[in-house]
């Protein structure tokens, strides 16, 4: 944004002062439109899908469905593995969006479940996870993910 930041102190117990300073923007740059991104699409290109969000992190689980719900996604969160097994069970997804680092039981070993489970007619899965080297990619996706997304999200890539 062309601005700074600087924080300095005085030394141990003197405490600290922080400063952030961005410029006001020009009328030639507030003119022009802004990016949309991690918005809703218009009302339009909707997606309206039923989207199964994994994650153990509540705060980052609820966070992700409220964006989904803006985008006309009808989300339910779960914390676990098995929860999550047994939701796919009870309910139609058409997506399950799962964290690999989850308690009980991993994210690769609910894709992997799932797979074995549903042959047919499987909700698509994607990974969502901290996990972001080449081998922890390829092993989501031989684990039966579509898709590795890393944390924090691209919503753009989403």
């Known amino acids: 944004m062309g601005g700074s930041m600087a924080a300095t102190s005085g030394g141990l117990g003197a405490g600290c002062t922080f400063e952030l300073s961005i410029p006001l923007a020009t009328d030639a740059v507030a003119a022009k439109p802004r990016d949309h991104e991690g918005q809703a699409p218009t009302q339009s290109a909707r997606i309206e899908r039923t989207v199964l969000v994994v994650d153990d992190n509540i705060d980052a689980a609820e966070t992700l469905a409220a964006l989904l719900s ?5 989300v339910q969160v779960v914390t676990d593995g ?6 796919l069970e009870a309910g139609s997804f058409d997506i399950a969006i799962v964290d690999i680092g989850l308690p009980a039981m991993d994210g690769h070993e609910v894709a992997a479940e799932v797979r074995r489970r549903w042959a047919g007619e ?18 989501a996706l031989a684990s039966g993910f579509e898709e590795h997304f890393i944390k924090p999200l691209d919503v753009e890539a989403l």
């Open 82 to 87: 098995p929860a999550a097994l047994a939701e």
């Open 70 to 74: 803006t985008w006309g996604c009808k």
């Open 122 to 139: 499987v909700p698509r899965l994607f990974a969502l996870t901290g996990y972001g080297q080449p081998a922890d990619r390829e092993r």
